[in-house]
């Protein structure tokens, strides 16, 4: 009996690896400024009143600048991992593309992509995604902070789903993992 049902690993790498491409291009970090960086900020604002406006100005200068501190600890804005982690943004993209292809041309039965080969690219992509968020950009002069934001958490489950499904995807030919050996391809 031929066994027609589509690979459910495959399927999963494949959604998975559109889900990696995409969050590449959502928030992944939270920019903030902290009370040092409020601090200085107001400093220099000061600085640049006294030195180039009138008394008018000063005053505005001073009565904004006391709003500084409100700011501090709050997200200003979000980066996305296109926009911060060029070469990092472009790996992932690729592996992504890698992925969600060779989960697409064994899917329509073109190629013999084994699951070890899909998951050995989600694992690449895990590693990639971990050390972005284990390491952010940027030089650390404690005026802004950045903060982990959803996008890379995003990216960090979707590489580990392209992972798990293609340890979980069968041998080119077979419906399941053999009963013999229970790591299907993965084995030497």
């Given at each position: ?18 889900v990696l491409a995409v969050s ?165």
């Open positions: 009996m031929v066994d027609d049902r589509v690979p459910r690993g495959l399927l999963i790498s494949a959604l998975a690896s559109a590449v291009f959502l928030p992944w970090y939270s920019v903030s400024i902290t009370p040092a960086g409020a601090a200085e900020a107001q400093q220099q604002f000061a600085v640049v009143a006294q030195q180039y406006g009138n008394a008018d100005l000063q005053a505005m200068a001073d009565h904004i600048g006391a709003q500084f501190g409100s700011v501090a600890g709050r997200p200003l804005t979000t980066v996305s991992a296109h926009q911060a982690l060029k070469d990092i943004s472009v790996v992932l993209l690729l592996l992504a593309g890698i992925s969600l292809l060779a989960s697409l041309l064994r899917l329509a039965g073109v190629l013999e992509v084994g699951g070890g080969q899909i998951a050995l690219v989600g694992l690449v992509a895990v590693l990639c995604v971990l050390f972005r968020m284990l390491s952010p950009p940027g030089t650390h002069t404690g005026l802004i902070s950045l903060s982990l934001s959803w996008g890379s958490w995003l990216a960090l489950a979707a590489a580990t789903a392209i992972a798990v499904a293609g340890i979980g995807s069968p041998l080119a030919g077979q419906s399941g993992a053999s009963e013999h050996d229970p790591l299907g391809d993965l084995s030497l």
